[in-house]
Each structure stands twice: as C-alpha cells, then as structure tokens.
C-alpha cells in the first residue's frame, strides 16, 4: 500500500504554479471573450511544452499505478477490452465521482443530453442526503447511479462495522430516493481490501476500479484534463471524473472528451 501511495504522490518535476501562469498571462494582449474551454486552451499554450511533459509523466505514472495495483486488489471491473477484433473498440465508460453537487451535476446532465451519452455517477450518501433532487435528476436522465460511500473514508483503516455502515446508508439513501438498491460500487480513493470485497460480495454488489484518469481534482486546467485522458483511453475505456471540485474544468473537460472520442468513432454506454 506504501508503493500505491508513493506513486500517487508523484509530483511533475517541471511544474508550473497557476500563480507563475497569471503573470505570464498579465502582459498578454487583449483575450477576446470565448468559451471556458477555448479561455483555458489559450491559456495552456504558454505552457504547452512543459504542459505536454507532465500530461506524459501522468500517463506514464498511470500506467504503473494501474499494473501495480491490478494484482493486488480484489476482483473488479477494469473495463478491459471486450472485443478481440481489431476493427471494434470497446465503448467508453464516462463515470463521475464524489457528487451529487450543486455546482456539476445538473450542467453535467445537460452536457450528456446534449451528446446523447449515459454515463455512471458514482455519488458519496453525505452528498446524497444534501442534494437528492440531484439524484433524482441524474436517475430520470437514464444514467447509473453507483454507492462511492457515505463520508468517503479510506475503507482500509476502518473497522468491518464501519465499512458496513459506509456502504449500507448509502445504499439506503439511493434506495429511498431511486426505488432500487445500487449494485456498483467505487472505492473511495479506488483502493479497498479483501474484507471489503466480502462485504460487497455479501450485499450482490460489484467493485468498479479505474482506468483513465487525470488529476481533475486539482485545478489543471481543462486542456490538461482532456489530453491527459485521450492519451490514456485506448486500453483504458474506463472514465474517471471528478464532480464538485472544480466546476467549470469538470464540465468543459466533459463535453470535450466526449466530442474528442466520437471522432475517434468510440461509443459511450454506462455500466450495467
Ligand atoms: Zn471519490
């Protein structure tokens, strides 16, 4: 687990701070008024070579953290290719972490309706308790609505009582709101323990992991977040975004990964 964390820790060695990218920005002519994303694209380009740079370290970072903890982790869903023939491509599995929120959700369902895409909102029971008309919203739109805990507690360090009560009040939450029990679950942090895929196990629930994913918890700016997933999706057609963090990197991101990998001729479908 020490291996796991200290990969995740990894930090890209040419860095820019977003205060260094504001100065570089100040003496910059006139920015005329376009979208969010178009903004930040501009934005990124003063820092497009050291930007590419680390896009690639993460990737490569990804790659070992996902090798690494494949066989360490208990049965799951990895989104593994399905098809063996070259000329199918495994459909992508956009799914949204930690909501419902306020700032996201309901812009997020636009941005899908939009593009006529059913993704997977992997939402946490304090958030669901807040917002259940969010809930409801995303349940109507057709989506999967997945347990990502009650309080987003790093399972591993609780006792089995408390996993328990993490996973079954969120499934209580959705239940009452949705009609149904959830039967996907993401591990806080991605990461759970044998004793926790028992607990699963017992309530007929599977373990969604990770694939492509992009440090969007962090303000990266939306550039950053697509490129980092299209670099990583071949192979990798499981999604991993972060709602309530960010808003508008969250949304505008969305929509362009979204336009990116239909013309790459990918198809979207929520997990089952
Ligand atoms: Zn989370």
Known sequence: MKLVELVMSVKPVMSNSDDELKDNNRDEEV??????????SKANQY????????????K???????????PILPAGYWAKNRYTRHDEQTPINLTFDDGPDPTTTKELLVVLDDEKVKGTFFFIGE?????????EAVHKAGHTIGNHSMTHAFLPRLNTKAVEKEIDQT?????????????????PFGILDKRCAEILKERRMSTVYWGAMADDFRPIGDEA????????????????????????????????????????????????
């Open 31 to 40: 920015v005329e008024p376009e979208s969010s994303f178009l903004q930040s």
């Open 47 to 58: 820092r497009t070579g050291t930007h590419d740079f680390e896009n690639r370290l993460h």
């Open 60 to 70: 490569f970072n990804m790659t070992f953290l996902r090798a690494l903890a494949k």
């Open 127 to 135: 958030n669901i308790r807040r917002y259940p008309e969010l809930v």
């Open 171 to 187: 499934n209580q939450l959705i239940t009452e709101i949705v009609g149904v029990s959830p039967t996907l679950f993401r591990a």
């Open 225 to 272: 977040v697509v490129s980092r997933i299209m670099k990583q999706i071949p192979g990798n057609e499981l999604v991993v975004l972060h709602e309530g963090h960010h808003a508008s990197q969250c949304i505008s991101s969305t929509r362009e990964i979204i336009r990116r990998s239909k013309e790459l001729g990918f198809t979207f479908e929520p997990i089952q």
